[in-house]
């Protein structure tokens, strides 16, 4: 099984808020709200360097296995507590979107 924990383990990645006990099916990067919102999908890895409130939205619609902000972007409280409260997993990496979504697309791989 493909998870976020193990994903997290493997890559290096610190969980700011939320459980890693989710199953993780892909990847998504993007930074546009609405398309992301159109186009991510159901267990996906969404990678972006937005930190507002409304990627808590986005990434509950979508029902995405978490959120990593690239390039050192860290939330602010309330968008974290609102991320707990909608149990919404988010990682902070100094990673680019670019390198990241390379390690996570490779994670996929081995792990098909």
């Known amino acids: 099984m493909r ?3 193990a994903l997290a383990n ?3 990645l610190k969980a700011v808020c939320g459980s890693l006990d989710k199953e993780i099916c892909g990847c998504y990067a993007g930074d546009l ?3 992301v919102m159109s186009h991510a ?8 360097i937005m930190s507002n409130i409304n990627v808590v939205a986005v990434a509950s619609l979508t029902e995405c296995a978490c959120v990593i902000m690239a390039e050192g972007v860290m939330p602010d409280s309330e ?3 609102v991320a707990e409260e ?3 997993t988010v990682f902070s990496d100094n990673r680019s979107t670019y ?6 697309g490779q994670y996929l791989k081995n792990n098909e």
């Not at 999908?41 to 972006?48: A, P």
């Not at 390198?99 to 996570?104: G, S």
């Open 79 to 81: 968008v974290l507590k």
């Open 41 to 48: 999908q159901y267990g996906d890895v969404w990678v972006t």
């Open 3 to 5: 998870d976020l924990e």
């Open 33 to 35: 709200l609405s398309w």
């Open 86 to 88: 909608k149990d919404i």
């Open 10 to 12: 493997e890559i290096g």
């Open 99 to 104: 390198e990241l979504c390379c390690l996570v």
